[in-house]
């Protein structure tokens, strides 16, 4: 293959299953050698959906998928020798022990590491022996990435590689992946964790309703997001004694009883000027929390935006698990509204 | 065990490939002593408690001796529990478990999936045929085939078709429970009217040419037509065809209808 062509290319990609429910809906993206790209997505968005195809595992409806040169699908032998899978959710037999698991995939891997080699890799060197039912959920998937790293490949398809790991495991698993890309390995991974991206990805497309509704760097992504400045009113100040919001820089803003919040997209410009009518006017901006823009805040606002009103259940979800982080988080803004107010 | 398996660099080989597979397949059989029961004693155990039926048939006319009536359907009954009735409950366990679906993302073909998970109860099934026919040989005064051509037809054509069908069979079920119960009809329609319990010979004409076109009837035919060689070359085709039709049928449904994953 030509150095220079890309090792992952999807043009127009589409996906329909037997229902006649359409997945995937036209999706375009490449991904270089040894880069890093995530599709995120709330769950339904099409990301396995995706990834199946890339995987060779189902025709596309329309569209192509290429993957280091070749159709995955008509030219599955050719592309599998050179590509390793995780799939969403394991597939081992659950009266198997460990490395009768891995020695068995072995046997069905060109250039496969020896068994010892591929457990110690994801840490479970100690649990050769046991059944695969025995294992823990955190445990199975570094299994299932143990067979997926067996044959040294140079296109790995991680799908949710983290979830049911513990912090600690999936640092673990962050760090390996990190190496492996270092090495020249181009890598695909979905996932609904936020921070596994902005952590890991070198570029991003987030899924929407089987369309990409916003792709980048994060940091392209979350650039085109608004930051935001949160804040009470001081008593017996109205939203109108404040200076023009205009002059501020602010794009946007919203009220919830007494609490302000204002969107920008030149924060220091906006922040400064606001915290030096406050000093000028001797009040307390109280609860002031000022936030640049995040991977977080871009994903809520593109699945609030494309859901509409109506928030389908996976939308929901997909909010509980940001409100969570964001609920986690409010300590450490705390801290950082401090930093920019002082 | 550890032909055809590579276990470190190069170049995987079909072969090598489905005996990897396998490996791991015979080590689950192992592990799983219900089915391993089932595969194991009941073809040998079930035509032994036969002979005293078999005893007071008449079989005069019909050129048929206990022996020649026993042994078929042994054959056939191994052909039913350990090939059959065993890898139905294999492929939908595999399929249950998303093995199928993992195993598709790996180097192996669908046919090597299929075969490979078929090849240690084949094996069984081939090692009982094996067995069954010295003990019956030995015990029923049954003597040498006078056409063992036909014999080994047979039996090759029955470890083909069986692993084909169940692997058919398996596709229409959600689970594994299920997949014993979707078993369960061909099983039984092929134990008493293919030649296994009743010989076709005693059975009235009409009923006995529509029972010519079950799946398992060409096996237990062209085995029996082995051990006594009164098979006439046309009857002997006749069989052959019905077998390869049913084969081909059953690759045409699995090809076409074959899960490898789950409904959801």
């Given at each position: 293959m030509n150095q220079h062509e890309h090792v992952?290319?999807?043009?127009?990609?589409?996906?329909?299953?037997?229902?006649?429910?359409?997945?995937?809906?036209?999706?375009?993206?490449?991904?270089?050698?040894?880069e890093l790209f995530a599709l995120l997505g709330t769950n339904g968005a099409g990301k396995t959906s995706t990834v199946e195809l890339l995987e060779g595992l189902?025709?596309?409806?329309?569209?192509?998928?290429?993957?280091?040169?070749?159709?995955?699908?008509?030219e599955r032998s050719k592309v599998r020798p050179r590509i390793g899978v995780m799939l969403q959710e394991g597939g081992?037999?659950?009266?198997?022990?460990?490395?009768?698991?891995?020695?068995?995939?072995?046997?069905?891997?060109?250039?496969?590491?020896?068994?010892?080699?591929?457990?110690?890799?994801?840490?479970?060197?100690?649990r050769s022996g046991v059944r695969v039912k025995q294992l823990s959920g955190g445990e199975k998937r570094r299994l299932d990435l143990a067979l997926a790293l067996l044959g040294r490949p140079d296109v790995l398809f991680l799908d949710e590689p983290t979830t049911g790991l513990d912090a600690e495991g999936r640092q673990e698993t962050w760090e390996l992946v990190r190496e492996l890309r270092?090495?020249?390995?181009?890598?695909?991974?979905?996932?609904?964790?936020?921070?596994?991206?902005?952590?890991?990805?070198?570029?991003?497309?987030?899924?929407?309703?089987?369309?990409?509704?916003?792709?980048?760097t994060p940091a392209e992504v979350t650039a085109?997001?608004?930051?935001?400045?949160?804040?009470?009113?001081?008593?017996?100040?109205?939203?109108?004694?404040?200076?023009?919001?205009?002059?501020l820089g602010v794009t946007d803003h919203d009220t919830d009883g007494r609490t302000v919040r204002l969107r920008t997209h030149e924060l220091q410009r906006t922040a400064t000027r606001l915290l030096l009518w406050a000093e000028r006017a001797r009040v307390e901006l109280r609860g002031l929390d000022v936030?640049?823009?995040s991977l977080e805040e871009a994903f809520l606002r593109i699945a609030r935006e494309a859901a509409g009103t109506s928030a389908s259940s996976s939308g929901a979800e997909m909010a509980t698990d940001a409100q969570g982080s964001r609920d986690g988080t409010k300590a450490g803004n705390a801290k950082a509204g401090k930093g920019t107010a002082a | 065990m550890r032909t055809g398996a590579p276990a470190s660099a190069g170049t995987t080989t079909p072969a090598g490939r489905m005996a990897a597979l396998a490996r791991a397949e015979l080590t689950l059989l192992s592990r799983?002593?219900?089915?391993?029961?089932?595969?194991?004693?009941?073809?040998?155990?079930?035509?032994?408690?036969?002979?005293?039926?078999?005893?007071?048939?008449?079989?005069?006319?019909?050129?048929?001796?206990?022996?020649?009536?026993?042994?078929?359907?042994?054959?056939?009954?191994?052909?039913?529990?350990?090939?059959?009735?065993?890898?139905?409950?294999?492929?939908?366990?595999?399929?249950?478990?998303?093995?199928l679906k993992r195993l598709r993302t790996g180097e192996l073909r669908d046919s090597?999936?299929?075969?490979?998970?078929?090849?240690?109860?084949?094996?069984?099934?081939?090692?009982?045929?094996?067995?069954?026919?010295?003990?019956?040989?030995?015990?029923?005064?049954?003597g040498v085939p006078q056409a063992p051509h036909l014999a080994l037809v047979g039996l090759l054509l029955g470890l083909v078709m069986w692993p084909a069908l169940a692997a058919v069979v398996s596709s229409f079920s959600r689970s594994v429970e299920g997949a014993q119960v979707a078993a369960m009809p061909l099983l039984l329609i092929s134990m008493l009217a293919s030649g296994t319990l009743v010989p076709l010979e005693i059975l009235p004409d009409r009923l006995a040419s529509l029972c010519e076109l079950l799946p398992l009837t060409p096996v237990v035919t062209l085995i029996r037509g082995g051990w006594t060689g009164d098979l006439s070359a046309y009857d002997a085709l006749g069989a052959v065809a019905t077998a390869v039709a049913w084969i081909v049928l059953a690759v045409f449904a699995v090809r076409r209808w074959f899960r490898w994953e789950p409904r959801r």
């Open positions: 992952i290319e999807v043009t127009d990609l589409r996906r329909v299953y037997g229902g006649g429910f359409e997945a995937v809906r036209g999706i375009t993206f490449s991904v270089d050698r040894g189902a025709p596309p409806a329309g569209g192509s998928a290429r993957v280091l040169g070749h159709d995955p699908y008509e081992f037999p659950s009266e198997l022990t460990v490395s009768e698991t891995v020695r068995m995939w072995a046997g069905c891997t060109s250039g496969a590491r020896p068994t010892g080699e591929a457990l110690e890799l994801v840490g479970l060197g100690r270092d090495g020249g390995t181009t890598v695909l991974l979905t996932t609904h964790y936020l921070a596994e991206a902005e952590e890991l990805a070198d570029r991003l497309a987030i899924l929407h309703e089987g369309r990409i509704a916003a792709s980048g085109s997001q608004p930051s935001r400045i949160t804040f009470e009113l001081p008593d017996n100040y109205f939203l109108g004694d404040l200076p023009p919001l205009a002059e936030r640049s823009a | 799983t002593k219900a089915t391993l029961f089932a595969a194991l004693f009941v073809p040998l155990v079930l035509p032994f408690t036969l002979r005293s039926a078999v005893d007071e048939m008449d079989l005069d006319g019909t050129g048929l001796s206990v022996g020649s009536v026993l042994l078929p359907s042994a054959i056939g009954f191994s052909l039913l529990f350990a090939v059959y009735s065993s890898l139905v409950t294999v492929y939908a366990a595999r399929r249950e478990e998303l093995v090597e999936i299929l075969a490979g998970a078929a090849l240690p109860s084949v094996a069984i099934g081939l090692v009982q045929c094996v067995v069954l026919s010295a003990a019956c040989a030995a015990l029923l005064d049954l």
